[in-house]
């Protein structure tokens, strides 16, 4: 109930305020545990890419929003866990597995941070090895225009956001260059539908 109520609020923020555009919510699995990985630019990223679709979206949170006791109570209900960063934290790892084994979908930013400037960063090593795990199929999901809400002359800019085809890991889990490979392709993609996005 509490998932749902903000879900279809921040649905109404971004196709009313933000005029959002929304590609290919049809490669998204119906059901059984999938992998959300997309670009990230600013804090809306977060709930623009779960309120758009309609299954929910668990996701790994820094762990400084739970200081607050209210907020942090309040994202703990929409399916946010604590994260470490910069830091290898296998308590986060572990929650991350566990929403996929329990056939639900996980949201990940594999650049680990904001780009400010809104272009892609490095991927790090940790979507990549969250889908060897567990074998769930990662959705690249590329995200426009949110780096310029508030800034850089945008203040309400178009939002557009496209979901991929699903692709899997089939590599060995234990080399860490089958998972960085499999990490640069998952962003290859997401920079394809990012220019993809730029044409529409």
């Known amino acids: 109930m509490f998932y749902a109520f903000f879900q279809h609020l921040f649905r109404l923020l971004f196709y009313t305020v933000f005029r959002a555009r929304v590609y290919g919510r049809e490669n998204i699995p119906q059901e059984g545990a999938v992998i959300l990985a997309a670009n990230h630019a600013s804090n809306i990223d977060p709930p623009l890419m779960a309120s758009l679709?309609?299954?929910?979206?668990?996701?790994?949170a820094k762990i400084e929003l739970f200081e607050n006791p209210i907020f942090g109570a309040a994202i703990r209900r929409c399916h946010a866990?604590?994260?470490?960063?910069?830091?290898?934290?296998?308590?986060?790892?572990?929650?991350a597995v566990g929403v996929?084994?329990?056939?639900?979908i996980?949201?990940?930013?594999?650049?680990?941070?904001?780009?400010?400037?809104?272009?892609?960063?490095?991927?790090?090593?940790?979507?990549?090895?969250?889908?060897a795990m567990t074998g769930a199929p990662i959705v690249p999901v590329a995200i426009?225009?949110?780096h310029r809400i508030f800034a850089n002359g945008g203040f309400l800019p178009q939002l557009r956001i496209m979901?991929?085809?699903?692709?899997?890991?089939?590599?060995?889990?234990?080399?860490?260059?089958?998972l960085d490979a499999f990490s640069s392709e998952v962003m290859g993609h997401i920079a394809q539908m990012k220019d993809e996005l730029k044409n529409k």
């Open 53 to 60: 679709i309609e299954r929910p979206v668990s996701y790994m």
């Open 81 to 95: 866990f604590p994260v470490k960063r910069g830091e290898s934290d296998r308590g986060a790892i572990k929650a």
């Open 100 to 104: 996929l084994r329990e056939g639900r």
């Open 106 to 131: 996980l949201g990940l930013f594999p650049e680990g941070t904001r780009s400010k400037t809104g272009e892609l960063q490095k991927a790090e090593a940790g979507v990549a090895l969250i889908a």
């Open 144 to 146: 426009l225009n949110s």
């Open 163 to 178: 979901y991929g085809v699903p692709i899997s890991f089939h590599g060995d889990r234990k080399s860490k260059e089958a």
